[in-house]
């Protein structure tokens, strides 16, 4: 067996190098905001203030919610300035006020608000400006302007969703990702067992739960070379796996018979044919994509009607960016270089899961593709600290989470931006969950015998 490397993943940007790091941050504040003001100014005022479901803020409250967390980490408490608006601090305090609550607030209109979001950056670039980057935890690495940028990228993929449930003619646009290249790719690949590297210590941005990297021995499994097709689940549809509680957990089909689930969100059955909704667009569901828009429940009810399972989070790591032939952890499958469009199906590049088979460049050592983007996948795992977390650099950003309520999502979709994905990034959300871009894949335990 190869040893394992414990060095963790390079950096590809010198963050040692003050200058290259200032022009890094100011490229990923300006690449997020230029996001979010698509996503904003895609639509109309009314639609800005509306609330177009219960799941979801208003747009408006998302984007004021960006600024003022820009403001309070970056403004306040890294500049060290007089604050911009601290009266408006509580109304967009995530804990304080639940989603469905969210329009009954004194909100800022969206004049006032774009505002307030461009003060508060012109602000942040100046005490960017002056950063020397070094002094504290917060600030070492520009840790504190990397965790921004990912959470403004992050409520982007959540004003995507935003976008996804509200109804009317289509407003976002985008080129169709790459077609499938034709290979044939095997149904499943064998990682080997032994021991990996999961999560990580020295990614400079890496959040608090993804420290500190640790080992894990996983046994040899079989997981899928890509994400579940929404051709494999209509088989699941049409042979009954909805109305068959055999396949679903207690809990599952609890939640499948109240919420009357029949198919994936946004799916209609329109004269005996199966449509989806897409941003605005009804069209024929596209048997070679991966599914997306189903909840835990229904991946893993899935799973065991093909007598398969969920991975859970150390597999689907280690199936991520274990290279068996140096024994060493990489930052991404494909390598430690950063994404790239012919490597990952990110950035709301394009509006939907690319086919399967349409990124042979982002394979993992092992041969596993689209790992990383096209959709969030579920794995069988809850959420928890590793051995050694620590909250940082506050309790909000992870720790209240940790428990059994929670699911972990690994990956990335193709609504997620590139700063806020890496192959140790870890989400998690209600199990019931499926305006979020998550689909999943499968896994199985190796038979007795099969590899000997
Ligand atoms: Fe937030």
């Known amino acids: 067996m190869t040893s394992i490397d414990h060095s963790g993943g390079q950096t590809p940007v010198d963050h040692r190098d003050q200058e290259t790091l200032r022009a890094h941050v100011a490229r990923e504040l300006a690449r997020s905001r230029q996001r979010s003001t698509l996503l904003t100014d895609a639509v109309d005022e009314d639609d800005l203030v509306r609330q177009h479901s219960r799941l979801m803020s208003p747009l408006v ?86 965790m921004i940028v990912q959470h403004e990228q992050q409520h982007d993929e959540t004003m995507l969703a935003t976008h996804q449930l509200r109804s009317g003619p289509p407003v976002l646009h985008a080129p169709p990702p790459p077609r499938a290249e034709g290979l044939a790719l095997p149904a499943e690949v064998l990682v080997p067992g032994g021991g990996f590297v999961m999560g990580t210590s020295t990614e400079p941005w890496a959040l608090d739960n993804e420290r500190p990297h640790h080992e894990v021995w996983v046994d040899a499994f079989l997981i899928d070379t890509t994400p579940v097709t ?77 007598g398969r399972r969920l991975p859970t989070e150390a597999e689907w790591e280690k199936a991520a960016r274990f290279d068996p032939a140096t024994g060493r952890s990489l930052r991404y499958p494909w390598g430690d270089e950063d994404p790239t469009p012919e490597r990952a199906n990110l950035g709301q590049r394009h509006l939907r899961p690319a086919p399967v088979g349409a990124y042979p460049a982002g394979a993992s050592p092992t041969g596993v593709h689209q790992l990383i983007g096209d959709v969030w996948e579920w794995t069988s795992s809850d959420f928890h600290g590793y051995p050694g977390f620590t909250a940082f650099p506050y309790k909000e950003y992870s720790e209240v989470f940790f428990g059994a309520d929670y699911k972990v999502l690994r990956g990335g979709s193709f609504g997620s931006d590139q700063a806020a994905v890496r192959a140790t990034f870890r989400n998690w959300d209600y199990p019931i969950r499926r305006q979020i871009f998550a689909g999943f894949r499968c896994a199985r335990d190796v038979r007795p015998g099969e590899f000997d």
């Open 230 to 306: 929404c051709g494999a689940y209509l088989e699941f549809v049409g042979a009954g796996g909805y109305t068959d509680p055999r396949w679903w957990t207690e809990a599952g089909w609890a939640h499948r018979q109240a919420a009357e689930l029949v198919a994936p969100a946004f799916w209609d059955r329109v004269g005996g044919v199966w449509l989806r909704t897409r941003f605005g667009v009804v069209e024929p569901i596209p048997e070679d994509e991966p599914v997306v828009h189903v909840s835990f429940h229904e991946a893993q009810a899935y799973a065991t009607w093909a």
């Open 61 to 146: 409250w998302d984007y004021a919610h960006i600024a003022n967390q820009e403001e309070l980490w970056l403004v306040r408490d890294v500049g060290g300035r007089e604050p911009v608006r601290s009266d408006i601090d509580e109304i967009y305090d995530a804990f304080k006020h639940p989603r469905s609550n969210r329009p009954q607030l004194p909100l800022l209109g969206p004049s006032e608000t774009r505002r307030y979001v461009g003060e508060v950056r012109d602000k942040v670039l100046d005490v960017l400006d002056r950063s020397t980057f070094e002094g504290s935890r917060l600030v070492d690495n520009a840790f504190a302007f990397g």
